[in-house]
């Protein structure tokens, strides 16, 4: 029988494991900084295993890899099964064990060899060269940890392109020049010159503001007018609903598919801007050339929503201790539908057992404590990956429906759409339309150029307001406006902004009076006119509000008027509220409850100012 090394290191660090748990369980990023060649995905032949490729020392390694095992913040395990090179198989196990303040980190290797050579060469290469990697690694972990970092750009770094210096400089004055923030810009610039390959290949705005310490709006500004101006490029990833890993890569949103399949999770999922359609960027290849290399395909901090991952022979079971925030989890498997909702309370139980079985999940709510003993089980024949994950999606994505809702995007990529006839969700935005009380009788009584010069004023008047408040300007019709927003407070805001701005101009100018009508609901994106579009009800009953506005109003849906942050807004800024009783056009079955803003300057419908009306709060 051939004989097994088994190798145990430990060292005792300074940091807690919940600290040191980021950057250990990142295997990606600590493979690349230990040394470790990149490694190649190959076709995979065995359902739930994942065929790799590396070359070490001019050999090719090829083997098998077992889903990883975790348990945050204590413990990770993979296990491979090798085809070639000189192992037969190789089991890796992590453990971050308390101890005191701080954490003894055990890593234990089981290898074993596939014959002469590897008996020889597995024991030099992990005491030699392995040990003393690892090591320095965990230790330079250690100092980050206890220096309160997120992250810190470390690893191999990319020689610049030659001329790149001068292109930098050419680029930071363009975007100094377009009143972008001079201190972030000079941050960015200094991203690109010096972060390691790993950073550099997938940066994240709002990762990048967090690490800064500023508005995660004005960094997405940033590199949305950096890409523009030749210094980074973006990419839209589309992202698995299950393991969240990104399945499907597009240069431009109209290679952004709606249908697409995960290898990993053995599913085909349906896309939507919400959720599942990141934006990220990475270095103008023409400044740096950032190759994507992977280190690592499976570790726990690919799916940091995933708190716990346990692979159970059939009928298998295993209890784990973990460490739990507050909040929404869901216990489920891999390969099978559903799950079983589970609430982390300070007054819920501090253990429970939770069984995958062919006939489904219940339905009941577990609520467990922060810190509980939990069992998972496998009922099935077939062996199950089992898995606890936290039900909230990460707060430092840019998703599609975020970005191209933004007017900073709409303006410097107009032509960024979908392919014709594609139609994707993107979840529930607010959405405004406008129009001009009485343009017509403008142009008559002003003359045709100078009233088009009035509704181009207008256009600009709205349009600063809806960007201050996180909007868009989708697109005008005539004299009308359709705007988009992710918060109906923003819309109320800009709305009402802009409508007191035109209504009572500086100095002589002619005043000019806004209907509007806004309803938040979830949308379809479109490409129309080679524009990205929004339709739907929810769009259609938008612009059915219009019709209801007697001038310098406001008529909302109670979608709108409910929101907490309109309320509050309404009820400090003083404007008064009424109920509107009317029907919707082509909606004559559907009985909405709608909302009028009246505002000191509201129009009556014979053309006098009305004042504000009694007040309904």
């Not at 206890?146 to 970092?149: R, Y």
């Given at each position: 029988?051939?004989?097994?090394f088994?190798?145990r290191?430990?060292w005792d660090?300074r940091?807690p494991?919940?600290a040191?748990w980021?950057?250990?369980?990142?295997t990606?990023r600590f493979?690349?900084e230990a040394?470790?060649?990149e490694?190649?995905r190959?076709?995979r032949?065995?359902?739930?295993?994942?065929?790799?490729?590396?070359k070490?020392?001019g050999?090719?390694l090829?083997?098998?890899e077992?889903p990883?095992?975790?348990?945050?913040p204590?413990r990770f395990a993979?296990?491979?099964?090798?085809r070639?090179?000189p192992?037969?198989r190789?089991r890796?196990?992590a453990?971050?064990e308390?101890?005191?303040?701080g954490?003894r980190?055990v890593?234990?290797?089981?290898?074993?060899p596939?014959?002469l050579?590897?008996?020889i060469?597995?024991?030099l290469?992990?005491?030699?060269?392995t040990?003393?990697a690892?090591?320095?690694?965990f230790?330079?972990?250690?100092?980050?940890a206890?220096?309160?970092?997120r992250e810190?750009?470390?690893?191999?770094r990319a020689a610049?392109e030659?001329?790149?210096?001068?292109?930098?400089?050419?680029?930071?004055?363009?975007?100094r020049?377009?009143?972008l923030?001079?201190?972030?810009?000079?941050?960015?610039l200094?991203?690109?010159?010096?972060?390691d390959?790993l950073?550099?290949m997938?940066?994240?705005p709002y990762?990048?503001a967090?690490?800064?310490?500023?508005?995660?709006r004005k960094?997405?500004?940033l590199c949305l007018h950096?890409?523009?101006?030749g210094l980074l490029?973006?990419r839209?990833?589309?992202?698995?609903?299950?393991c969240?890993g990104?399945?499907g890569?597009?240069e431009?949103?109209a290679?952004v598919k709606r249908?697409v399949?995960?290898?990993?999770c053995?599913?085909?999922?349906?896309?939507?801007?919400e959720?599942s359609?990141?934006l990220?960027?990475?270095p103008?290849p023409?400044?740096?050339k950032v190759?994507?290399?992977?280190f690592?395909v499976g570790?726990?901090?690919?799916?940091p929503?995933?708190?716990?991952?346990?692979?159970l022979?059939p009928?298998?079971?295993?209890?784990?201790?973990?460490?739990?925030?507050?909040?929404a989890?869901r216990v489920?498997?891999?390969s099978d539908?559903?799950?079983?909702?589970?609430r982390?309370?300070?007054?819920g139980a501090p253990s429970a057992?939770f069984a995958?079985?062919?006939?489904?999940?219940p339905?009941?709510?577990?609520v467990?404590a922060?810190k509980?003993?939990?069992?998972f089980?496998n009922?099935f024949p077939e062996?199950?990956i089992l898995?606890l994950?936290?039900?909230a999606?990460?707060?430092d994505a840019v998703?599609?429906?975020?970005?191209t809702?933004?007017?900073?995007?709409?303006?410097?990529f107009?032509r960024?759409a979908l392919?014709?006839?594609?139609?994707?969700?993107?979840?529930?935005?607010?959405?405004l339309?406008?129009d001009?009380l009485?343009s017509?009788r403008m142009y008559r009584e002003?003359?045709d150029?100078k009233a088009f010069?009035l509704?181009?004023?207008?256009?600009?008047?709205?349009?600063?307001?809806i960007?201050?408040?996180?909007?868009?300007?989708?697109?005008?019709i005539?004299?009308?406006?359709?705007?988009?927003f992710r918060r109906?407070v923003?819309?109320?805001r800009?709305?009402l902004g802009?409508?007191?701005?035109?209504?009572?101009?500086a100095?002589?100018a002619r005043?000019?009076v806004?209907?509007a009508?806004?309803h938040?609901?979830?949308?379809i994106?479109?490409?129309?006119?080679d524009?990205?579009?929004?339709?739907g009800?929810?769009v259609?009953i938008a612009s059915?509000?219009?019709?209801l506005c007697?001038g310098?109003d406001?008529?909302?849906s109670s979608?709108v008027?409910?929101d907490?942050?309109?309320?509050?807004?309404?009820k400090?800024?003083?404007?008064?509220?009424?109920d509107?009783?009317?029907?919707l056009?082509g909606?004559?079955e559907?009985?909405f409850?709608?909302?009028?803003?009246v505002?000191?300057?509201v129009v009556?419908?014979?053309?006098?100012?009305?004042?504000p009306?009694?007040k309904?709060f």
């Open positions: 029988m051939t004989r097994e088994h190798f290191w430990q660090l940091s494991p919940e040191l980021p950057l250990v369980a990142d990606d493979n690349a040394g470790v060649p490694v190649h190959a076709p032949s065995e359902p739930g295993r994942q065929r790799l490729t590396m070490v020392t050999m090719t090829e083997w098998d077992a990883y095992e975790w348990q945050a204590r993979v296990e491979r099964v090798y070639s090179g192992m037969a190789m890796v196990q453990d971050l308390p101890r005191g303040t954490t980190l890593y234990q290797l089981w290898m074993a596939s014959g050579l590897g008996r060469v597995i024991p290469r992990m005491n030699l060269l040990k003393p690892f090591g320095a690694v230790r330079k972990y250690d100092e980050i206890m220096a309160g970092k810190e750009a470390a690893g191999e610049l030659p001329g790149a210096e001068e292109r930098l400089a050419q680029i930071g004055k363009a975007l020049d377009a009143s923030d001079a201190e972030l810009v000079e941050n960015l200094g991203f690109v010159r010096g972060s390959r950073s550099a997938r940066l994240r990762a990048l967090d690490r800064w310490g500023t508005s995660r960094v997405l500004d950096a890409t523009r101006a490029v973006f839209w990833d589309m992202l698995c609903p299950s969240r990104a399945k890569i597009s431009t949103l290679g249908q399949h995960c290898e990993s053995n599913i085909d999922f349906e896309v939507d801007f959720r359609v990141e990220t960027f990475r103008n023409a400044v740096r190759d994507i290399v992977e690592c570790g726990p901090r690919m799916t929503h995933i708190v716990a991952q346990q692979v022979a009928g298998e079971s295993r209890a784990v201790d973990l460490a739990l925030a507050p909040g989890y489920r498997s891999r539908r559903g799950g079983q909702h589970v982390v309370d300070a007054a057992a995958a079985r062919p006939e489904g999940w339905s009941a709510e577990t467990l922060p509980a003993a939990v069992t089980e009922r062996p199950r898995l994950e936290r039900t999606w990460a707060d998703t599609a429906a975020e970005v809702g933004t007017q900073t995007f709409r303006d410097l107009a960024e392919r014709p006839g594609e139609e994707i969700e993107v979840g529930s935005l607010c959405v339309f406008t001009l009485e017509t002003v003359g150029a010069g509704v181009m004023r207008h256009f600009d008047v709205l349009k600063r307001h960007a201050d408040h996180d909007g868009a300007l989708v697109k005008t005539g004299d009308a406006v359709l705007a988009v109906p923003s819309a109320v800009a709305l802009a409508s007191r701005e035109l209504s009572r101009p100095g002589d005043p000019m806004l209907k009508g806004v938040f609901g979830p949308c994106a479109v490409t129309l006119n524009r990205l579009d929004y339709f009800s929810t259609n059915r509000l219009v019709g007697s310098g406001l008529v909302m979608e008027r409910r907490a942050e309109v309320e509050g807004y309404l400090e800024a003083a404007f008064g509220v009424e509107v009783k009317a029907a056009k909606f004559d559907v009985r409850d709608l909302f009028r803003v505002t000191p300057w009556e419908k014979g053309g006098e100012s009305a004042g009306k009694t309904r």
